[in-house]
């Protein structure tokens, strides 16, 4: 059976999270035209943007109310204002978001209080400015993702005027994901015949094209006017229960419209779960075209088992990937020796004791943990494979274990914003590349299957170690 | 001279000067001359202005080689500005790891110390073979008052290394510059001097203000020892804690970076009466003459001359082929700070106008070294934003924007050759090798055939459902 720890260290070393803004920051990216400003010191705007660029390869645009050591006896309100004044001046965007830092919070600024005035005093700027409260102290980059999905959905939304009244779309949050995802999502969704809302869309705000001119806002993102509908939905579904679980059901309470939270869609009884829930709420059958797809992921899978059963493999990042990648690694027939999160929540991990039970695998799950701890289980007892972001590059050149980068945030390869790891053909892909990772470790100089299976190894071979702690190998 | 975008915001016109005809200063607010800087930022108007933890963590702390570099404060800080400067060394202890007391709201409302200490002792058990602990305050501990300083004496007397404590929180200064100014002070204060070597130093030198981005430092050091000469130290980029301890034995500071680490030189002069010359290592005119300044100083011209003859020899066919293919591009220069004034003469070495130049952090210093060199008609601008750089690349249009990852895909989303002049698309660009790795890089980013294809095949954006939002306010009209 699978075990808890709990990484019992003060020091952080090598942390596998990041802070609340940016959640905030990549959340509002999927409106169109809105813009962010964020009440603290620059560092906390100029960072994230970097990181985001680094990931999305796209220019990443974030204000800042640069508040300094004067601002930070005095309050930061005239700040605050100033910065609302000069970014609706210049860019007249369709939304402000103002998400607060450790500095802002620390300090008590009342940022609510600072929107009341500043559109007290401006009453011809109808737009709605919207804040979020991010102090890095508390929860992960998650929890500011989420923050900003429950501050919408009490916000934003406009009542129905009678009852029953509907915009015929169903509410999709997708949580913290690639724009590749989203857009593999949005296909799925298409070939049901039903109409998203996306709360929110960055498909195509952080993986725009090359157009000339520039649009002053980047093409896509959800629409203010599709938020302020999103109450008179026929459901919500949120696909990842930590990030947008919530304001689900803000949605189910405040406005009558059902909730459906739903496991990250990663493998295939991720995705049958929520095309299930897609065709619970709308009485639409299963389209030919995406029963196609599943009977690929299925043949996919079928030929690929030989390869990838038995592999021990480390997982990490945030609660609701690990859930569903645990479902697509299990369906691989391998085994999550190690899942990994810095998130401290029981609660997740005691479902992750019983989700890896339901599977037939044994795991130990580590929270509030980080990638020196990971390192640490890894050289005690190595794995075949690590799964998770970048910064796990560092594990695997240590330990020359090959590493699947995926998750948040991938800024030594390229390109990977664009993928998708969700749906029958995220899945797939996902299988392909796993079992070709695991071709090229074996075998490099070996083409052929047959080979391979007799243990004959080229050059680069490293030996693998199986559950049963057999190698075929040397050694 | 005032931006469209700059309407509403007539205050930017104090940070932005034209070179007028005659060599005369145009500011952007008439007055007659001397743009303002290092002042606050106007709050909201999109700076790409970093913070002072930033200044210290990521520029002059973070180099250090088998330091433990620790962030006192919450996750993000430490998240944030681990490992991506390319603060290259001989071992990369530095790059792989970052450590954070990793404050949480208990913390934050009962005090950080205690963890901090147990943070510091922990991180060294697991790292028993670092040589000291940097520990990098932030916002959030700095405001609920946590003595860190005292923790850190405290740390010291129980792992027996130095615990280096930084007062760098973010909001302390109007931008990085704080933090380079902290970092000096606190390196110096904390670590040099404190180790007594014997021996002949009268041969000796620092290098002062050169981070090792792609290993900068490998394209300048031999020419140093060539000329007969031991760098001890260099600050910070592939430094030991060892070597910052023993900084105060050279005979002679070389600043390559004058604005991020003047401060330490000017401490160790008025301390241990340390000379120091500013010189700047990018491109043929000002190596050569670094060179020749440091020779001079130990009497050794005749060397130099040597050896400058000899390197220039090895480059000059590549240089004047990439001159041929450069000269007449204009550019836009757009750096932390000195790097913008130290290339103007290295792009006019390769053919090239500077037409542009701004800097995120710069004093009066940098801007009268920047127009001093720039030719009339060029435009210095003070710690630009997004929508300023985006009109100076749509109106005044460059032929190459230099600048650094943050900028760099707004300027591919414009359609206009960039070189990472931060952290180098392929470099190192410093010294006489680098600099036909810079021009490499400046040709490839001009004449690669996707600025054609754009040209002859780009399309306008298609109509989207809601296109009603896409062209707003300003930027509609064609130019």
């Known amino acids: 059976m699978s075990c808890v720890t709990l990484q019992d260290r003060a020091v952080a070393i090598n942390p596998t999270r990041s802070c609340a803004p940016i959640g905030a920051m990549l959340a509002n990216y999927g409106i169109h035209g809105a813009i962010t400003i964020n009440h603290g010191s620059q560092g906390c705007a100029t960072y994230p943007r970097h990181q985001m660029a680094r990931h999305f390869r796209e220019p990443v645009e974030v204000a800042t109310t640069s508040l300094t050591e004067k601002t930070t006896v005095y309050g930061g309100r005239n700040n605050l204002l100033a910065a609302l004044k000069n970014i609706w001046e210049r860019f007249h965007p369709t939304m402000i978001m103002v998400c607060s830092t450790c500095l802002s919070e620390t300090i008590g600024d009342d940022i609510p209080g600072v929107i009341d005035e500043f559109k007290e005093k401006n009453p011809d700027i109808t737009i709605p400015i919207m804040s979020v409260k991010t102090p890095s102290y508390i929860g992960t980059h998650t929890t500011g993702f989420d923050n900003f999905l429950t501050e919408l959905a009490n916000t934003m939304p406009e009542r129905r005027k009678k009852k029953g009244e509907t915009n015929g779309k169903i509410n999709i949050i997708p949580g913290w994901v690639n724009p590749g995802d989203i857009r593999e999502l949005k296909h799925i969704v298409r070939e049901m015949g039903l109409h998203g809302l996306w709360l929110t869309d960055y498909s195509e705000t952080l993986d725009g094209g090359y157009y000339e001119p520039r649009p002053h806002f980047a093409r896509g993102g959800t629409t203010v006017e599709d938020l302020r509908s999103s109450a008179k939905s026929l459901a919500t579904i949120a696909l990842q229960r930590h990030i947008g679980g919530e304001a689900a059901r803000v949605y189910e309470r405040r406005h009558n419209v059902p909730a459906h939270i739903l496991p990250m869609p990663i493998g295939l009884a991720n995705t049958d779960a929520f095309v299930e829930t897609l065709t619970e709420i709308t009485d639409h059958a299963i389209p030919e075209a995406l029963q196609v797809e599943r009977a690929r992921l299925l043949d996919a899978l079928v030929d690929t088992h030989m390869f990838t059963t038995g592999l021990r493999v480390a997982l990490y990042g945030d609660p609701d990937l690990l859930e569903g990648l645990t479902g697509l690694v299990a369906e691989m027939g391998m085994t999550p020796a190690y899942i990994l999160t810095a998130d401290e929540r029981k609660p997740w991990a005691e479902r992750m004791v019983e989700l890896t039970q339901e599977l037939g695998v044994e795991s130990e799950i580590i929270i509030k943990g980080d990638l020196h701890e990971l390192h640490k289980r890894i050289k005690a007892n190595p794995v075949d494979l690590i799964i998770g972001h970048s910064k796990g590059k560092f594990i695997s050149d240590a330990e020359k274990i090959p590493l699947i980068r995926l998750g948040f945030p991938v800024e030594d390869r390229f390109g990977y914003h664009r993928r998708s790891i969700v749906g029958y053909n995220g899945a797939i892909s996902l299988v392909d590349e796993i079992t070709n990772v695991v071709f090229e470790r074996k075998a490099t100089a070996v083409v052929s299957n047959t080979l391979l299976e007799i243990g004959v190894e080229g050059h680069t071979s490293i030996p693998f170690t199986f559950t049963n702690g057999s190698t075929n190998g040397k050694h | ?479």
């Not at chain 2, 002042?39 to 999109?46: I, K, L, Q, R, V």
């Not at chain 2, 060199?373 to 190459?400: C, F, H, W």
């Open chain 2, 1 to 479: 001279m005032q931006f469209k975008c700059n309407e509403t915001l007539p205050e930017r016109g104090t940070h932005i000067a034209l070179k007028a005809a005659g060599g005369g200063c145009q500011r952007g607010d008439g007055t007659s001359c001397g743009i303002v800087s290092n002042s606050a930022t106007t709050p909201g108007d999109m700076t790409e202005r970093g913070c002072t933890y930033a200044g210290c963590r990521g520029v002059v702390g973070g180099p250090v080689k088998d330091a433990i570099q620790l962030t006192h404060g919450p996750i993000g800080c430490a998240f944030f500005s681990w490992g991506y400067r390319p603060h290259l060394a001989d071992t990369d202890f530095h790059m792989k790891y970052t450590f954070v007391s990793d404050m949480k709201e208990t913390n934050i409302v009962f005090g950080g110390e205690k963890k901090l200490l147990q943070s510091i002792i922990e991180a060294n058990r697991e790292f028993p073979e670092a040589k000291a602990v940097f520990v990098y305050n932030t916002c959030a501990t700095a405001l609920i008052g946590d003595d860190g300083r005292d923790v850190a004496k405290q740390a010291e007397e129980i792992i027996g290394k130095p615990v280096v404590f930084f007062e760098c929180e973010g909001f302390k200064g109007v931008s990085q510059s704080m933090g380079h100014h902290v970092g000096n002070e606190t390196i110096f204060r904390q670590l040099v001097g404190s180790i007594e070597p014997e021996g002949d130093f009268s041969r000796t030198i620092n290098i002062v203000g050169d981070y090792n981005i792609k290993n900068d430092i490998r394209t300048f050091e031999y020419l140093f020892e060539a000329l007969g000469l031991k760098i001890i130290t260099r600050f910070t980029g592939n430094v030991g804690v060892d070597e910052l301890r023993i900084m105060h034995k050279a005979a002679l500071n070389v600043i390559h970076c004058q604005r991020s680490a003047t401060y330490i030189a000017d401490m160790m002069h008025d301390k241990y009466g340390t000379p120091a010359i500013n010189v700047t290592l990018w491109g043929i005119k000002h190596m050569s003459q670094a060179l020749r300044d440091t020779a001079k100083f130990f009497g050794l011209e005749a060397e130099a001359e040597e050896i400058i003859e000899r390197e220039l020899a090895k480059i000059q066919p590549k240089i004047d082929y990439y001159r041929e293919r450069l000269k007449g591009k204009t550019v836009f220069i757009y750096q932390g700070g000195p790097r913008t004034w130290h290339w103007i003469e290295l792009l006019r070495e390769l053919g090239m106008e500077t037409m542009t130049a701004a800097t995120t952090f710069g004093h009066d210093d940098d801007y009268e070294k920047i127009f001093e060199q720039i030719s009339e008609g060029a435009m210095m601008i003070d710690n630009p934003n997004v929508p300023e750089i985006e009109e100076i690349l749509t109106k005044r249009r460059p032929d190459l924007f230099i600048s650094g990852n943050k900028e760099k895909y707004l300027a591919y989303k414009l359609g206009v050759p960039f070189v990472n002049g931060h952290t180098y698309d392929t470099g190192p660009y410093a010294g006489f090798i680098g600099m036909v790795n810079f021009a490499r890089d400046m040709d490839k980013a001009l004449h690669a055939p996707i600025w054609g294809t754009l040209r002859n095949r780009a399309r306008p954006a298609p109509a989207a459902h809601h296109s009603a939002h896409g062209f707003a306010h300003g930027f509609e009209e064609a130019d």
